[in-house]
C-alpha cells in the first residue's frame, strides 16, 4: 500500500509542476502577442499557477462536487447506501467514514474527491443507485473507497483544477487573437519582420496545442490507477463479481452524464464520454476497457492482490503487473464469499421509489401518505394548513 | 583505540534499528487493537438492535417461538462472553449469527411482516450490522495476520522476544454459513 501513496504524491508534484511549465509556456506567449513584454506573461502565469494549485487544494473538492450539482445525504435519507460506505470504510480500515453525496442524473457513474483520508466524499448518481443491487452497489463503494484510500483524490483534484484552468486560459487567447490581435500583427508586419510573424505562428499553434499536451499528462497518469481501485474493491468485498456485474450495467447504459466535462472525466468510475469499442491502446482514454476491467474481475481465484496480479499478467499477456511490488509482498490468501441473499434486497420498482422519495425530500417538499395510499407531494411554498387528496377527496393537515 | 570506536558505532547502529523495528511492531500492535475495537462496536450495534426486532416481530410471528426464543438467549449468552478472549467470543457470536439467521427465513412465511416499514428498516439495520460484523472482523485478522508475521519472521522476532510481543488470536466465527440465509421454499 505505501509504495502506491508514496508514488502517488510524486506524481501529484509532477504533475503540478508539468501542468505549471504549461501554464508558464501559454503565459510567456500570450505576453509576446499582446504585450509586447514575454516576462509580464510570464509572471501573471505563475500567480495564476499558484493560486489555482492551493485552490486545487483547498477547494477542489467542494469546486467538483458543485460542478457535478451534488448532494449530500445523511443516514436517514438513504440507509442502505449510508451502511455500505460505512461497511466499505471498515473492510478498508479508513478512520472515517467520508461523505455522501447524490447527483440526480440517470446516467450510472459515481466518483470520489477529497484531499485526504479524512476530509473525503464519493458521489453517485441517481441512476446508478437505481440499477445495482447491494452487492454491486458495494464493488462500486468500495472502488471508490480504494481510490480514497490510496490518495488518488487529491491527484484528481488538483490536476482537474489545473487543466481546467489551461483549457479556459487557451480558449480565451485564441479568441483574443483573432480578434485583437489582428491589428497588432498589421501594425508588425508593417514594420517588415518575417521572423516576427514565425513566432506567431508557432505561438499560436502552440496555444492550441497547450490544452492537448495537459489532457496527455492527466491521462498517462489515471489508468493505472483504476486497475489498482479494482484489485482493492474486489480485496475489501471479497467479492469481485459485484463490480464486475456493476461495471456491466453500467457500461450497457447510454446515457450520458450531462454534468461531467473534459476536465472532470477522469475521475469517474466509467469514462463519461466513452464511444463504442475503443481501441485498449488509445492514448487518450482514461479508463481502461470496460470488458477487461470485467474479465479480470470474473477470473479470479481468490480475492487477494496477488490473486488479481496474476490474472491481470494473463489477460495482457505480459510480465508487467498493476500492483506495486510492496503491495504484492504483504498479500496474503484471501478467499471469495458468497453472493448476498436475493430476499433481502428491495427490488428494482422499490429502489427507484426510495430515490425518488429522496429526490422529493432533498428539495424540501413534504410527503404526505393520505389513508387511501395515495403519497401527497407538498412543495416548501404551500402554506395553507390542509391539503385534498386528488384521489379520494380526504382533507390531510400539511405538518 | 580505533576497535573501540568501531564497536561503538556496530553498537549505536544496531540501537537504531532496534527502535525501529520495536516502534513498528508497536505501529502494527495498535491496528490490531484498533481493529478488534471496531468489531466491538459492531456487536454491541447488534445486541442492541435484536430487542427492536422481537418488539417489532412479536405481533406477527405467533407460531415461532422457539425460534424467537433462540436468538434472545444467543443474544444474551453473547453479550456474557463479551469480556472473553477472541476464540470463545467468535463461538458465542457464531450462534447469535445463525440463530439470527433462522428467524430471518421464517420471516418469508409472513408477508403481513416484511411488508411492514418498521421491519423493513430494521431489517437493514441488521443485514448491514452483520457485513460490518464480517468486514471488521476481515479486517482485524488481517492486521493479526501482518502482525504475527512480523513477530515471527527475522529480525523483528528477535526485538518482539525480548520485549514481550505475544501473536495476536484470530477472531472466527465458527458458523462458516452465517452470511447465507437458507432458503425457504413452498413445494
Redesign the interface.
Known amino acids: 500500500m505505501w509504495e502506491q501513496i508514496r508514488s502517488n504524491q510524486t506524481r501529484s508534484v509532477v504533475l503540478v509542476a508539468g501542468m505549471g511549465v504549461i501554464l508558464l509556456l501559454i503565459g510567456y506567449l500570450v505576453g509576446i502577442i499582446f504585450f509586447d513584454n514575454a516576462i509580464g506573461g510570464l509572471v501573471i502565469a505563475f500567480i495564476v499557477w499558484g493560486v489555482m494549485s492551493l485552490v486545487g487544494y483547498y477547494q477542489g473538492d467542494s469546486i467538483l462536487l458543485g460542478m457535478a450539482r451534488a448532494r449530500k445525504i445523511s443516514h436517514d435519507d438513504h440507509?442502505?447506501l449510508y451502511?455500505?460506505v460505512?461497511?466499505?470504510k471498515?473492510?478498508?480500515?479508513l478512520e472515517k467514514v467520508p461523505d455522501i453525496y447524490i447527483i440526480d442524473d440517470p446516467a450510472p457513474n459515481a466518483f470520489a474527491v477529497g484531499r485526504n483520508p479524512d476530509k473525503a466524499a464519493v458521489a453517485i448518481t441517481t441512476g446508478l443507485l437505481q440499477k445495482l443491487n447491494?452487492d454491486e452497489l458495494q464493488g462500486v463503494i468500495g472502488h471508490e473507497i480504494a481510490h480514497i484510500k490510496n490518495r488518488d483524490v487529491l491527484l484528481m483534484a488538483i490536476s482537474s483544477v489545473l487543466l481546467g484552468t489551461i483549457v479556459i486560459l487557451a480558449w480565451y487567447a485564441t479568441r483574443l487573437m483573432f480578434f485583437g490581435g489582428m491589428a497588432r500583427s498589421r501594425r508588425s508586419s508593417s514594420s517588415g519582420g518575417s521572423g516576427q510573424i514565425i513566432i506567431l505562428v508557432v505561438a499560436i499553434a502552440l496555444i492550441i496545442l497547450a490544452p492537448i499536451m495537459a489532457q496527455l499528462i492527466y491521462f498517462a497518469i489515471s489508468r493505472k490507477r483504476e486497475y489498482m481501485a479494482d484489485a482493492s474493491s474486489a480485496l475489501?468485498t471479497?467479492y469481485p463479481e459485484g463490480l464486475a456485474s456493476a461495471l456491466e450495467k453500467i457500461a450497457a447504459s447510454t446515457s450520458q452524464l450531462k454534468s461531467a466535462n473534459q476536465a472532470t472525466a477522469p475521475m469517474y468510475i466509467m469514462n463519461p464520454f466513452r464511444k463504442e469499442k475503443r481501441p485498449a491502446s488509445n492514448l487518450t482514454s482514461t479508463h481502461p476497457p470496460i470488458s477487461e476491467r470485467v474479465r479480470i474481475l470474473r477470473s479470479m481465484g481468490g480475492a487477494s492482490f496477488a490473486d488479481y496480479e496474476q490474472v491481470y499478467q494473463k489477460v495482457h499477456g505480459t510480465g508487467a503487473g498493476v500492483i506495486p511490488a510492496s503491495a504484492l509482498a504483504?498479500s496474503?490468501p484471501?478467499s471469495l464469499?458468497?453472493a448476498?441473499?436475493e430476499?433481502?434486497e428491495?427490488d428494482k420498482t422499490e429502489r427507484v421509489r426510495q430515490i425518488s422519495d429522496l429526490m422529493w425530500r432533498l428539495g424540501n417538499y413534504k410527503t404526505i401518505t393520505c389513508d387511501c395510499g395515495t403519497k401527497l407531494r407538498v412543495p416548501p411554498k404551500f402554506k395553507e394548513p390542509a391539503v385534498r387528496c386528488p384521489h379520494c377527496g380526504r382533507s390531510n393537515p400539511v405538518a | 583505540m580505533a576497535a573501540v570506536w568501531v564497536i561503538v558505532g556496530i553498537v549505536v547502529v544496531l540501537l537504531v534499528i532496534f527502535i525501529v523495528i520495536y516502534n513498528r511492531l508497536v505501529g502494527w500492535r495498535n491496528q490490531v487493537k484498533n481493529a478488534w475495537a471496531q468489531i466491538d462496536v459492531q456487536l454491541k450495534r447488534r445486541y442492541d438492535l435484536i430487542p427492536n426486532l422481537m418488539e417489532t416481530v412479536k405481533g406477527y410471528m405467533k407460531h415461532e417461538r422457539e425460534t424467537m426464543e433462540a436468538v434472545t438467549k444467543a443474544r444474551n449468552l453473547a453479550q456474557q462472553a463479551a469480556s472473553a478472549g477472541a476464540g470463545e467470543r467468535g463461538k458465542a457470536e457464531g450462534e447469535l449469527s445463525s440463530a439470527l439467521a433462522r428467524l430471518l427465513a421464517v420471516v418469508e412465511n409472513y408477508p403481513d411482516l416484511k411488508a411492514n416499514q418498521n421491519f423493513l428498516a430494521l431489517q437493514e439495520e441488521l443485514t448491514s450490522t452483520e457485513n460490518k460484523i464480517s468486514f471488521s472482523r476481515q479486517y482485524y485478522n488481517d492486521s493479526v495476520l501482518k502482525f504475527n508475521n512480523q513477530i515471527q519472521m527475522f529480525p523483528s522476532n528477535m526485538v518482539a522476544g525480548m520485549t514481550g510481543f505475544k501473536a495476536g488470536e484470530f477472531f472466527e466465527v465458527t458458523a462458516e454459513e452465517e452470511r447465507k440465509v437458507p432458503k425457504v421454499s413452498f413445494t
Do not use: D, Q
Not at chain 1, 90 to 93: N, P, T, V, Y
Open positions: 440507509p442502505r451502511n455500505i460505512e461497511e466499505m471498515i473492510a478498508s480500515g447491494r475489501y471479497r504483504l496474503h484471501a464469499r458468497a448476498e441473499a430476499s433481502k428491495p
